[in-house]
């Protein structure tokens, strides 16, 4: 559609030539008059086009006075969007020096990196903890931290769990690393925290812990010494011998619960990999075996079931302990009519034990917990069953430093079965495919 002004610069055009002819007419030499006075509204014309191209040349231009019909409309158009413009680059540009204060102000530190890993911008905190200075733009991050796990990391495709380094600028601070996607074109946000306060706390709850533990071992075999010899006492009174009885339960209950947590401590201060001794996995559950059938109250039927003779690699009283926790709870929840197998078998995604069993099982909303502290199915009579709520803990912590995991199934009323994985690059070398049934 045609605007207002439009038809009236096309209402002057007509009126223009009207006037020409008639002026032609009157005066004579028609042609004359049309020439001259379009080439005078041609020359108005370029003369409007040359004053907007300076103005728009000039970068705040105010409205131009004196501008009308179809000009000023064209001047009022570009000026409105040139104010948009500006406004949107203003309020553009205050985000992001608020984003960059609020960076810069961080603790954790922040490093965008280009799709080669190259250093594109960082905040003030990066240069405390990992010293990179604002320099340092345009050079690879591996140039400047060198650490190999945070190499490793960097190379690696899956970088959802964060990596702990020491800084390479901070004397004694530890750091957690991540690398988050961040805009396009393959960019990455590197973001460090320093964990130094964590590590040391984590350092102090455990030393606490082991402490506290050491120091309840004595007395509680003091105790446990004595109360065991009453128990044995043929001269003691008949009222006191339940009493003392259920005294020296406990107190073996306290000291199971004490060594328990000691050994939990031993493996987390402990070397953070295991040895990588070769274990001969049948002779060590048939011994596991062996203690179970010695159990007083245990389920009718303990078997063994060896399908591989592979060994595996590792620290043997470790998987001992993490072993014989399994099948000491298959044995704690079967009833006496009920079974349980004990397995041991090879395939091409590792090696595996199974501990199988026909008793009361577990909770599905209970599994996932399972392997947390002092966690029980059953709060009260799990408690009274004599375990020390640790068991399971441990055997998940053995598990984790010898690179396999836990698998638990359970159906309740029906048994439960636990299953160690074990990755084949822990079976000892030669003996990844060894397989009894293919023998
Ligand atoms: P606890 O010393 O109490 O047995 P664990 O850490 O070994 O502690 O086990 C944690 C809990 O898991 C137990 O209290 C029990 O509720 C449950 N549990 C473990 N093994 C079995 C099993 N074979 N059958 C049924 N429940 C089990």
Redesign the pocket.
């Known amino acids: 559609m045609v605007s207002r002004p439009a038809f009236i610069a096309l209402g002057r055009l007509l009126m223009l030539i009207a006037v020409a002819a008639v002026a032609g007419l009157v005066f004579g030499g028609l042609l004359f008059w049309l020439v001259g006075l379009l080439a005078a509204a041609l020359a108005w014309q370029l003369y409007n086009l040359f004053r907007l191209e300076r103005w728009l040349s000039l970068r705040e231009g105010k409205l131009p006075r004196g501008v009308f019909g179809v000009w000023g409309q064209v001047y009022a158009g570009i000026y409105r969007l040139r104010s948009k413009h500006r406004e949107r680059k203003k309020r553009l540009s205050r985000v992001i020096k608020e984003f960059r204060r609020s960076t810069a102000a961080l603790p954790d530190a922040s490093v965008v990196l280009n799709a080669d890993h190259e250093i594109i911008w960082l905040n003030r905190a990066a240069t405390e903890l990992f010293g990179i200075r604002k320099a340092d733009r345009g050079l690879r991050v591996d140039n400047i931290i060198r650490d190999p796990v945070f190499v490793d990391y960097l190379r690696s495709v899956d970088q959802d769990a964060p990596v702990e380094i020491r800084s390479p600028s901070k004397p004694g601070a530890r750091l957690s690393l991540r690398l988050v996607p961040y805009g396009g074109e393959g960019q990455q946000m590197l973001l460090g925290r320093d964990i130094t306060d964590r590590i040391r706390l984590e350092k102090v709850r455990r030393d606490f812990v082991a402490n506290a533990s050491h120091e309840l071992r004595s007395p509680l075999t003091v105790i446990n010494g004595y109360l065991d010899s009453l128990t044995s006492d043929p001269e003691l009174p008949g009222a006191w011998r339940q009493p003392v009885c259920d005294m020296s339960h406990q107190a073996g209950r306290m000291q199971a619960i004490v060594e328990d947590l000691l050994t939990l401590s031993r493996l987390e201060a402990g070397a953070k990999k295991p040895a990588r001794d070769r274990v001969d996995v049948g002779g060590l559950l048939a011994m596991i075996r062996k203690d179970a059938l010695s159990l007083p109250e245990r389920p009718g039927t303990i078997e063994l079931r060896l399908d591989s003779e592979a060994d595996l690699t590792g620290a043997e009283n470790e998987l001992y302990s993490a072993f014989s926790?399994l099948v000491s709870?298959?044995v704690?929840?079967?009833p006496a009519t009920g079974r349980v197998e004990i397995g041991w078998s090879v395939d091409e995604r590792g090696g595996h034990i199974t501990v199988a069993?026909t008793?009361?099982?577990?909770p599905a909303d209970?599994i996932p917990r399972?392997t947390e502290r002092f966690?029980?199915?059953?709060k009260g009579r799990?408690?009274v069953?004599g375990?020390?709520?640790?068991?399971?803990?441990i055997a998940k912590h053995v598990l984790e430093r010898h690179g396999a995991t836990l698998e638990i199934e359970?159906e309740l009323g029906q048994g439960?079965r636990?299953t160690c994985h074990f990755p084949p690059e822990r079976l000892a070398p030669g003996d990844n495919v060894v397989n009894l049934q293919q023998a």
């Open positions: 926790n709870n298959a704690k929840y079967t069993d008793g009361k099982g577990i209970a399972l966690y029980r199915a059953d799990d408690r069953s375990g020390t709520g640790l068991g399971l803990a359970s439960s636990f």
